[in-house]
C-alpha cells in the first residue's frame, strides 16, 4: 500500500464517521440558543403604543390604591398589592389556562354588553377565605378544594376588588360590574369566538396568609377608547384624584361613633347614694314631655323623644342640639 492510500480512509470508516455524527446530540451551547429563541406573532402586535400603556397603567393604578386601602379591612391583614403586567391574549390561549388552580369569575359590563373573566390562584383564595371567615391560617394550611358555598362568600372579595372599576374606566361610557357565581373548573366556557383578542392586567396580591394574582380579562373593544387622547388631558390622576375622595369618604363612613342619649340629671348627697337600694328612686331633672339631649362621642350633637321600636328603647331624633 502506498503512503498516500495509508492515509484514506475506507468508504466503510467514512459511512461509520457520517452515521456517528447524525446521533450525536446537540451540544449544551447550541441547546442554549435553541431555548433563548422566541417566537413572535408579526401579525398580531402589541394594540397599544407606549405612550396609551402608560397611561393604561396610570389609570388601573386606582386598582392597585383601592385594593391596598381596603382588602386589609377583609382579611384583617397587612397588603401590598402590584400591577406585575398588561399583556394581550387571545381567548383559546386563555381558556385553555384556566384549570383547576384557579377560581374563574365571569363579569359584564352592563348596559355596554361587554364581558370578561377574573381569575384568582385557588391556594391565595382558600387562604383569604379562611382570614374572611375568622380563621388564622397562613398559605399552604388551608385546604384549597374549595366549597360551592366557600366560592359563593369569596365572590364579595371579588366584588370589592372591581368597585372602583367604572369609575376608573368612565372613558368608556357609564357602566357597573355586575359580577357571575364564581367556578372552580372552566375550560369549557364558551364566551367568545377562540381568535377573541382580550386586554389582561395581571396583579399580585401579597398578603402576612399568602400571595397570589388576581387577573382580569376583557375583550379589546371594551378598552379602545379608554386611554385619552389628547395629551394635554391628564385623566389618570383625575380619575385617582376623585377615587382618593370617594374612598375616603366611603371610609369616613364606617367609621364607628358612640350615641348616647341622657335621660335626665340628678343631684343627690353621697350619705343617700350610699343607702340606696333596689327598688328606691330617683327623681331626674327633666320631665316625660321634655326633649332628651343626644350626644355624637360625647358632644352634644341632636335633641329628640326617648320611646320604643322593636321592642327596644329608641329615640326619635327631632333638631339639632
Not at 359580577?179 to 396583579?203: N, R, S, V, Y
Not at 364607628?256 to 328612686?281: F, N, Q, W
Amino acid at each position: 500500500m502506498s503512503p498516500t492510500e495509508q492515509g484514506k480512509l475506507t468508504r466503510d470508516e467514512v459511512e461509520t464517521l457520517l452515521q456517528a455524527s447524525r446521533q450525536e446530540p446537540a451540544s449544551a451551547e447550541k441547546r442554549e440558543a435553541v431555548r433563548r429563541v422566541q417566537g413572535y406573532d408579526f401579525q398580531q402586535p402589541s394594540r397599544f403604543n407606549r405612550s396609551q400603556l402608560d397611561k393604561l397603567r396610570r389609570i388601573n393604578e386606582g386598582l392597585v390604591r383601592h385594593v391596598t386601602a381596603q382588602a386589609p379591612r377583609l382579611l384583617r391583614s397587612t397588603v401590598k398589592t402590584q400591577l406585575v403586567s398588561m399583556d394581550h391574549v387571545k381567548w383559546e390561549a386563555l381558556r385553555d389556562e384556566l384549570g383547576e388552580e384557579v377560581v374563574t369569575f365571569v363579569l359584564e359590563l352592563a348596559p355596554l354588553g361587554y364581558r370578561g373573566v377574573v381569575t384568582v390562584d385557588r391556594p391565595f383564595a382558600a387562604a383569604c377565605l379562611d382570614r374572611m371567615m375568622g380563621g388564622q391560617a397562613a398559605e399552604g394550611e388551608v385546604d384549597a378544594n374549595l366549597t360551592e358555598l366557600d366560592v359563593r362568600v369569596f365572590t364579595s372579595f371579588i366584588r370589592a376588588f372591581l368597585e372602583p372599576l367604572p369609575e376608573l374606566w368612565r372613558n368608556i361610557g357609564e357602566f357597573r360590574v355586575e359580577l357571575g357565581p364564581g367556578m372552580q373548573e372552566a375550560q369549557g366556557l364558551d364566551l367568545f369566538p377562540p381568535t377573541e383578542d382580550l386586554f389582561q392586567l395581571c396583579f399580585l396580591m401579597q398578603t402576612s396568609v399568602g400571595s397570589g394574582q388576581v387577573v382580569l380579562s376583557v375583550p379589546f373593544e371594551a378598552v379602545r377608547s379608554l386611554p385619552p387622547e389628547a395629551e394635554n388631558h391628564e385623566a389618570p390622576p383625575a380619575a385617582g384624584d376623585g377615587l382618593s375622595e370617594a374612598l375616603l369618604r366611603q371610609s369616613l363612613k364606617q367609621v364607628p361613633v358612640e350615641l348616647t342619649a341622657l335621660l335626665g340629671i340628678a343631684d343627690i348627697k353621697v350619705g343617700k347614694l350610699l343607702r340606696a337600694r333596689a327598688g328606691d328612686v330617683v327623681l331626674l331633672n327633666t320631665r316625660l314631655t321634655d326633649a332628651v339631649v343626644v350626644k355624637v362621642n360625647d358632644k352634644p350633637k341632636f335633641r329628640g323623644y326617648p320611646g320604643i321600636r322593636e321592642g327596644k328603647l329608641a329615640v326619635k331624633l327631632i333638631m339639632e342640639g
